[in-house]
Every structure is written in structure tokens, then in C-alpha cells.
């Protein structure tokens, strides 16, 4: 099977006839499917070769395939994209009679033409770094420690100077 992309696939005699392995007019378009263009021919010889049954007297002669550039819109600039091409050929043989005859498939090779865009990466918003669950746990014991001390009279002691800067410790290693 030729592609149209100038790829092509292609099996021996013997697994074109089967019809679980060869290609067939009602088989579906292995080109389409393996993202290759689409199918173009169906031949019963690989490119290039002469048929086994081919008299003595017979020589084949060789078409060279030409290189095609073309510009694609679906690639970047820089990027190519190369097809394959076919030599074509016909087997002539002393008498003057063509026993097989095909035409060569040129080899396309596609420029990418397509402009990539500046992207101005957007600035990193800062992170927030400070922990506010550890903030409302510092803020939930210092209340707690606090009304403790206040039932029993330390409210101006140093044991409330302490809980202060034990509060404050608390919220700094929160971020805070």
C-alpha cells in the first residue's frame, strides 16, 4: 500500500494472497491509520522489484524519484517532515514488449513554516508561606493558658510574661 505521504507498506507474494495479512482493495486505509496521508496505490511487488516470473531476456529500467519541497503550515520553523520516495521502473524486455511498468513517487519534504508564540511567562504570585491552621492552634492555647492563669490569679505574674513570649514563639514559627 503507497502512501501519500510517500511512505508505503508492503508484503510478500504469498502474504498478499492472505487475506488476514495482505492489503486488498476492500482493506481498510493502513495509511489514514497510521497518521501517514492516505492510500494511493495498491501494488502486488514491492517498489523496485523485478517479478520473479520475468523472462531472462527481460531488464528492468529505473525511473528516479524526484525531491519535492513543500512548506507546512502544521509544523514550526526548523522542523521537517520527510516522506519517502519511490523509484519507479519498467521491465522491457529484448522483444520491445513492457511486462511491468510504474511510475516513481516522488519523496515530499515538509518545512515547517509555523511561528511559534513568544510566551512572557506571567510573574510568580509570592507564596504563602505561613501556616494558619499552626496560628489558630497558637491562638486556641495561649486563650486557653490565659484563662487558666486569670482563674487563678496570675494574671499579672510572671507566668503571664511567659505565656506571652511562648505565644509569640508559637506564632512565629507559624509564619506569623
Known sequence: ??????????????????????????????????????????????????????????NLERTPYKTIYKDADWLYVGQIEEGHGITGGKLVCSDGKILNSYDPYDKTIYRGTKVRDRVTPSPTPPVDTRNYAAKQKCESDYSSARAQLSIHGAGNSSAMQQLQNLHSQCLRRAGF
Open 1 to 58: 500500500m503507497h502512501c501519500s505521504n510517500g511512505t508505503y507498506r508492503y508484503y510478500t507474494d504469498e502474504q498478499f494472497k492472505d487475506s488476514n495479512t495482505g492489503f486488498t482493495s476492500r482493506s481498510s486505509d493502513f495509511c489514514a491509520e497510521n497518521s501517514q496521508g492516505t492510500k494511493t496505490t495498491l501494488a502486488d511487488n514491492p517498489p523496485g522489484s523485478i517479478r520473479q516470473d520475468a523472462p531472462a531476456n527481460c
